[in-house]
């Protein structure tokens, strides 16, 4: 249990960016607090507090190395199922070749809700997930659409090994990785929605943020989101991008208020987005990484251009670094942009 005092002694970082967002929101409200809305897709009808939830836990295979897989932009149902099929094997044989500790599948799992066959889309989806046999986690993606989205939550986090948590949060949640028995690692999961992140998701980081503060000593945390925050394309230059852009950024109504929130908890060492199928790249802005996931649905647009697959990431528990690099279903890796060792340390 954490006392109050504890929790007001350690989570200072945390209630200040609780803070500045209150302020930021205060408009045209005389002082008062303008609520910040939560989003459309993914919205729970049985919503609590946030700070309230306690995260998934799942613990490594290695004390000293944390292997996620991370698969996004599947869009499942969008074509044909002879396209479903090959990226599901994709799938398989990434898991295989890669042994990861768990898998993050980063947004738009199946492909919208054709006369309320969304439902049915992600219980398909689900299903695939679970004969994986590894912990899997997800955040929402701008074409997962339903017609009941409380139903869709609680699908989610019923399926077997499912460390998803969002369905009284909005779909934001906090997955705890041990190793061994004691927090090693956090993953910070967001729903960007069909608009990006907003106010709603940066105050949701921030209060998760707080609650990790309180828990004692920090460990580095990575962020996973579908729609880029702005910074994707406003910090890119020519000293800082690593890999291949062969599109815009599209951040939709995120205009770099959320990069603040994510800086300011110091632990978050990058962010992890998927969404532009034609984009794979890292831009090393110094604070926190911003890393681009590789498209891996071939329902999704892109594959003629850019090879599916997906992103590999090993995070150093002993020494708070990490890699990523693009693997392939055949067992090749990308290293060209991405070359092995730590990108980033741990203060």
Same mark, same amino acid.
């Given at each position: %249990?954490? $006392? ?23 408009? !045209?409200?005389? /002082? ?5 809305? @939560? @989003? ?37 149902? &969008? ?10 094997? +994709? ?31 992600? !219980?398909?989806? *689900? ?25 869709? &939550? ?13 369905? !009284?949060? &909005? ?5 705890? *990785?041990?190793?061994?028995?004691? @927090?090693?690692? +956090? ?20 209060? %998760? ?7 004692? @000593? ?7 989101? &579908? ?14 991008? $690593? ?6 950024? $599209? ?12 800086? /300011? ?16 790249? *890292? ?5 926190? +990484? ?13 594959? +003629? ?21 693009? *693997? ?7 290293? /060209? ?11």
């Amino acid at each position: %249990m954490i $006392s109050r005092r504890r929790f007001l002694t350690h989570a200072s970082l945390g209630l200040t960016a609780l803070a500045q967002l209150d302020w930021l929101l205060a408009a !045209e409200t005389g /002082g008062a607090v303008a609520p910040a809305k @939560p @989003p459309k897709i993914g919205f729970s009808s049985r919503a609590t507090d946030i700070a309230a939830r306690q995260p998934a836990v799942v613990s490594t295979a290695s004390p000293k190395v944390c292997r996620i897989l991370q698969f996004t932009d599947l869009h499942l149902f &969008h074509t044909t199922p002879a396209d479903d099929r090959h990226t599901l094997e +994709d799938c398989r044989r990434q898991i295989e070749h890669h042994h990861p500790d768990l898998i993050v599948l980063s947004g738009d799992l199946w492909h919208e809700n054709p006369k309320g066959r969304g439902q049915g889309y992600l !219980e398909f989806a *689900v299903r695939q997930f679970a004969g994986w046999g590894r912990p899997w986690a997800t955040c929402w993606g701008n074409h997962d659409l339903l017609d009941d989205y409380q139903r869709g &939550h609680d699908t989610l986090a019923a399926e077997t090994h499912s460390l998803y948590r969002g369905g !009284e949060t &909005h779909g934001d949640y906090r997955v705890e *990785v041990h190793a061994p028995g004691a @927090p090693a690692l +956090d993953l910070f999961l967001l729903n960007s929605s069909d608009v990006g992140l907003t106010a709603w998701q940066a105050r949701a980081l921030a209060g %998760m943020t707080a609650q990790v503060a309180a828990r004692g @000593p920090a460990v580095p945390a990575l962020l996973f989101f &579908h729609v880029p925050i702005q910074e994707y394309e406003t910090r890119l230059t020519a000293g800082n991008f $690593s890999g291949l852009k062969l599109e815009g950024v $599209s951040h939709y109504n995120e205009h770099g208020d959320t990069f603040p929130t994510i800086v /300011g908890a110091k632990q978050i060492k990058a962010c992890f987005c998927g969404h532009n199928h034609l984009n794979d790249f *890292v831009l090393k802005t110094g604070p926190v +990484d911003l890393n681009f996931g590789r498209s891996t649905g071939y329902a999704g647009y892109g594959g +003629d251009k850019l090879r599916k697959g997906a992103k590999l990431i090993e995070v150093d528990l002993v020494s708070g670094g990490y890699q990523q690099r693009t *693997v392939f279903a055949s067992g090749a890796t990308q290293f /060209g942009f991405a070359p092995p060792g730590p990108l980033v340390h741990a203060a």
